[in-house]
């Protein structure tokens, strides 16, 4: 039986401590708007706007203030479909509409964000040329796919050629992250300690007395762990098992 989240009540700090989960907010959209360097999708950013109305505004052709939870919610199927290189027709399946609609969806997005459109192109076209793709930290990952003889392998590769720069350099981000923590607990001599590591979270056994001191280097550290075209966002909890925190 798959027990999903349920499984994390298992999951408690030594007697006496909290837990503190830190997470990064839409690690990989901000990761993609910085390295593709569009626009618009960085001044939404900046702004701090709702990424996903503002997607559906853009999308659907409808006024921010009159964007819908179901067209926000298919716009984030958008965003986040982008960032894996989504096909129409696996939109259409997700979104459960037809496969035209999706190819419009995916035509309108790249129109609303140009720039996107033309990294991603220019990723495969790269990676075509010299076999592998690379993170922004420079780690290159192979894609033999990209010369297989079965079509279906080449087109998982130009996916692969898409999303693994983006989600590559979010796995970068988070791991410099874990360092600077670490370093960072030890160094101010705290009892508190990082204790797990999950995609784009940090799990700290924290010390009540320490809660505040965590909090702070948590977001300092995290914040600062790349340099990006936008700001990094950290969400943070805190509870007496990891299934409290999220």
């Known amino acids: 039986m798959e027990l999903g989240r349920e499984i994390r009540k298992l999951f408690v700090p030594r007697k006496g401590y909290l837990f ?3 997470d990064y907010s839409q690690i990989e959209l901000r990761v993609l708007a910085s390295m593709s360097g569009d626009e618009n999708l960085i001044e939404a950013y900046r702004e701090a706007e709702d990424i996903h109305a503002i997607t559906a505004s853009k999308v659907f052709g409808v006024p921010l203030a009159e964007v819908t939870p179901e067209l ?19 939109l259409s399946d997700n979104l459960s509409i037809s496969r035209k609609e999706a190819a419009d969806y995916i035509s309108s997005y790249f129109e609303s964000y140009p720039q ?16 592998y793709s690379v993170t922004a930290f420079g780690r290159r990952r192979p894609i033999p796919e990209l010369k297989a003889a079965n079509f279906m ?19 970068d981000i988070i791991k410099i992250a874990m360092i600077r923590v670490d370093r960072r607990l030890r160094k101010e001599g705290l009892k508190s300690r990082l204790v797990l590591q999950i995609h784009d979270e940090l799990l700290v056994e924290t010390a009540p007395e320490e809660q505040e001191k965590v909090a702070v280097l948590l977001e300092e550290e995290m914040k600062h762990a790349a340099d990006l075209k936008v700001e990094l966002e950290i969400g943070m909890k805190t509870g007496k098992t990891w299934f409290e925190t999220k």
């Open 116 to 131: 996107v459109k033309q990294f991603l192109d220019a990723l495969v076209a790269s990676a075509k040329e010299t076999g």
């Open 153 to 171: 392998q080449r087109q998982f590769g130009e996916r692969v050629a898409m999303n693994a720069p983006i989600q590559g350099t979010a796995a």
């Open 20 to 22: 503190t989960d830190a």
């Open 72 to 90: 926000r919610r298919n716009a984030k199927a958008v965003n986040f479909g982008i960032v894996y290189g989504i096909s129409a027709f696996g």
